[in-house]
């Protein structure tokens, strides 16, 4: 087993979901240095305006933190927070439904103190590209203009739309996935903090198959120790969840199912699978139901061109709905997408290359790029590869 929780150190209180409980400093947050520097001077200027500041961002009351998800932005603004000794009030766009929900919470950023006498203040407003109502946004849009307290946006894209009248009011620190050694950093200041044993050896092979996503090679840990010792299948997360997607005839059951795939991989695989099983699944009105993969196919590329992400998840959810009118027929099991499997060939065959090369190099005293570069030896290696397979 990769880890196993042993007794915690200190008597803080845990919610029992590890990513939630490991709170890292703004020293462990690995990865993104430039942004994160970045944003801790931004900060502190807005915390200590009394300090002269040359640069323009600077002078901006918003700050926008966007990337991809499981990158630590909202972890290091929590933990910056802390730092500082200011309260954080922190809102879930995602979950922001009224107008009212928005005053309650937003009310509680202009009082000038707390019960506990707190007098610095950090509005956090999480998965900002989620905000669905204009009416929403412009509440946090008033907030931001007239709130002597900095405001944080997070977003996985700062062109959503929500953001449209936001970005101006707002200084913005891009963030980008994180390497496999940075989330085995992760992992293992995690399980130091938390009281878990760890072996390295485990910890880099969740760290690699993450795909950049500390959050998500946290989760993996924690299911991976409560488990059976094995690292989550994703590929086979995806795979039954498809099955059942393609199996209801009910369009929010559909959507469940799919809702539980997008938890392990992104719209377009997600589409992929479904595309490549349909005719499998599908009994009668399989012309039609390939009109309504077209229809969510569409929105999906635009959202891609426009880098609309919640646009993406959209069109799936059209292309799911509409083929569950479809006639259903029950079938084995899901297939891999044929092109998913083709780019995994190509990754081994490339891997595989290098390898021989990397091995091959040194007798000819040339360098890896030279080697690679010979023609005559590249034939030489095709051959060999096209042998072993036969």
């Not at 034939?379 to 072993?388: F, K, M, N, T, V």
Request: aromatic residues 8%; proline residues 3%.
């Amino acid at each position: 087993m990769a880890a196993a929780p042993s007794t915690k150190a200190s008597g803080q209180k845990t919610t029992g979901i590890w990513y939630i409980d490991y709170q890292p400093s703004t020293a462990e947050i690995v990865g993104n240095e430039k942004a994160k520097r970045g944003f801790l001077s931004w900060l502190n200027f807005r915390f200590n305006p009394q300090q002269k500041s040359e640069r323009q961002r600077d002078l901006k009351n918003c700050a926008l933190l966007y990337g991809p998800p499981g990158v630590g932005k909202s972890a290091l603004v929590k933990a910056a927070a802390r730092e500082a000794g200011a309260l954080l009030i922190q809102l879930d766009a995602s979950e922001l439904r009224s107008k009212e929900d928005v005053k309650k919470l937003l009310d509680g950023l202009s009082n000038k103190s707390t019960l506990f006498g707190e007098t610095k203040k950090l509005l956090l407003v999480d998965d900002a590209d989620a905000i669905y109502d204009d009416t929403i946004g412009y509440m946090i849009l008033d907030t931001v203009k007239q709130s002597v307290s900095p405001v944080v946006l997070t977003a996985v894209s700062k062109y959503a739309r929500s953001l449209r009248f936001l970005r101006g009011m707002c200084a913005e620190f891009s963030f980008s996935r994180l390497e496999p050694e940075q989330i085995f950093t992760v992992l293992k200041n995690a399980c130091s903090k938390l009281g878990l044993y760890s072996d390295d050896d485990e910890l880099r092979q969740l760290a690699k198959g993450a795909n950049g996503d500390a959050r998500a090679a946290l989760n993996d840990l924690q299911s991976w120790s409560f488990g059976s010792g094995k690292a989550r299948d994703v590929e086979n997360e995806v795979k039954q969840a498809v099955e059942q997607a393609l199996l209801k005839d009910s369009c929010l059951e559909a959507l469940s199912s799919v809702n539980t795939a997008l938890s392990s991989a992104d719209p377009d695989t997600v589409m992929l699978w479904i595309e490549e099983n349909l005719p499998y699944y599908t009994q009668d009105g399989l012309d039609r139901a390939y009109e309504w993969l077209s229809r969510g196919e569409g929105m999906m590329g635009r959202g891609e061109k426009r880098l609309l992400f919640n646009l993406q998840r959209r069109g799936l959810e059209v292309a799911i709905c509409g083929i569950s009118s479809r006639g259903i027929k029950p079938a084995e099991e899901a297939q891999i997408p044929w092109r998913l499997f083709r780019g995994r060939e190509s990754i081994e065959a490339g891997k595989r290359r290098l390898e021989f090369l990397s091995s091959l190099a040194p007798s000819l005293h040339s360098s890896l790029r030279k080697t690679a570069s010979d023609q005559t030896l590249s034939l030489l290696i095709s051959a060999e590869g096209s042998e072993g397979k036969s």
